[in-house]
């Protein structure tokens, strides 16, 4: 075998031997190599280019859409909903469970609404037309509780329709629309 092809046969066995590593480690490629290796990698990874910047962008979009779905889906299934079919009120049947569900829901509807707001900052369109509603976004942080202590009335829940429509009309007016997307158990708890 000439000495050139064994060099290529060998030098095509490691890199695939590397990349098999990595790739079942779940690592990327600058974890697992060595500190020499990883300064080469480096060095022959390509810089951030304008597409770069729009791929940041769509993924921003993307992850707007989905974190706001998510909290527009929760809001409505296990607080809007409820509340407008009575579920909310003393006596009604099943009314702590609908409570503990719609606490569970207000605190994930926060936490996802926030995480809307900082995925829209990758935008620059999204970031204009979200920036208006941070403040009715910050006014739901006690919602969680106020519903599970079944404290909530007519005007939190109101309050809560109107911040998640605002939020799906800047969406839409940025190009990212919004749907609901109700979250799964384990999702609204956390798990």
């Given at each position: ?7 290529g ?8 031997s590397?990349?098999l ?6 690592a ?5 190599l ?10 022959a ?5 304008a597409?770069?910047?729009?791929e ?12 706001a779905g ?22 009604a049947?099943?009314r ?5 569900k719609a606490?569970?829901?207000g605190?994930?509807?926060?936490n ?6 900082e995925?829209a900052k990758?935008d620059p ?9 941070s ?9 969680g ?6 404290e ?9 329709e109107?911040?998640?429509n ?13 749907k609901?997307k109700?979250?799964s ?7």
């Amino acid at each position: 075998m000439p000495r050139t092809l064994r060099r290529g046969a060998a030098a095509l066995l490691l890199s695939g031997s590397l990349l098999l590593t990595t790739a079942a480690c779940g690592a990327d490629s600058t974890q697992s190599l060595t500190t020499g290796s990883a300064a080469a990698v480096t060095a022959a990874a390509p810089s951030p280019s304008a597409s770069a910047s729009a791929e940041h962008q769509k993924l921003a979009k993307t992850r707007f859409v989905a974190n706001a779905g998510l909290a527009a889906g929760a809001a409505y299934q296990w607080i809007v909903k409820p509340y407008k079919a009575g579920k909310f009120k003393k006596g009604a049947d099943g009314r702590t469970f609908a409570l503990v569900k719609a606490g569970l829901a207000g605190a994930f509807t926060y936490n996802r609404l926030k995480a809307a707001v900082e995925n829209a900052k990758g935008d620059p369109l999204l970031s204009k037309a979200v920036a208006p509603l941070s403040s009715g976004i910050d006014s739901l942080k006690e919602l969680g509780t106020k519903l599970r202590k079944g404290e909530a009335g007519d005007a939190e829940v109101k309050g809560l329709e109107g911040v998640i429509n605002d939020l799906k009309d800047a969406g839409k007016s940025a190009g990212a629309e919004v749907k609901d997307k109700v979250p799964s158990a384990s999702q609204l708890s956390g798990g």
